[in-house]
Nanobody, 115 residues
Framework: QVQLVESGGGLVQTGGSLRLSCAAS????????IGWYRQAPGKRRELVAD???????NYLDSVKGRFTISRDNAKNTVYLQMNSLNPEDTAVYYC?????????WGQGTQVTVSS
């Protein structure tokens, strides 16, 4: 039984930093990519960053230079380091693991950036 658990969200001031973690339990086969998505109230869910099985990364334009996605395969964990946060980053952040057979989603973690 595969589960994804996000952690690291919280409330920070503008300019602050947070590191989100996505830990996978159970054995996931044939991973193609792991990504972080976010959804703000009244907004469409959007891809923030992802990393492929080969290590390639891509980012939403508005977070380039501020956010960094990384992985620790030994711990089955993916991280999202978020720096220079601003109120526009306020959203629920979701972890997604895409495989050849199925997509797994976490329950989300709230990130709130105060002005």
């Amino acid at each position: 039984q595969v589960q994804l658990v996000e952690s690291g969200g919280g409330l920070v001031q503008t300019g602050g930093s947070l590191r989100l973690s996505c830990a996978a339990s159970g054995h996931i086969f044939s991973i193609n990519a792991i990504g972080w998505y976010r959804q703000a109230p009244g907004k469409r869910r959007e891809l923030v960053a992802d990393i492929t099985s080969g290590g390639s990364t891509n980012y939403l334009d508005s977070v380039k230079g501020r956010f960094t996605i990384s992985r620790d395969n030994a711990k089955n964990t993916v991280y999202l380091q978020m720096n220079s946060l601003n109120p526009e980053d306020t959203a629920v952040y979701y972890c997604r693991v895409r495989t050849s057979w199925y997509d797994y989603w976490g329950q989300g973690t709230q990130v709130t950036v105060s002005s």
